[in-house]
């Protein structure tokens, strides 16, 4: 679930979606995102793909961010 809109939300730009979704994860965490913020936001998954490969994904990253 992505309370800010995601991918779609921003327009898919690339290069800067893997950011922002570590961004926007680390805000939850922090607490400081108003109106959309998810009660309680104690860990955080984004995952992020891009180019292919024969079919497949060329590359994908994972990070599990936790807060304090």
Known sequence: ???SGGLVG?????AAT????VVEATWQLRGSCGAR??????VALTVNTGGI????AALAAAH?????
């Open 18 to 21: 893997g950011l922002a979704q």
């Open 1 to 3: 679930m992505n309370p």
């Open 53 to 56: 490969i024969g079919g497949d």
């Open 37 to 42: 913020q998810v009660p309680g936001a104690r």
């Open 64 to 68: 599990v961010l936790v807060g304090a």
């Open 10 to 14: 921003r327009g898919h730009p690339l």
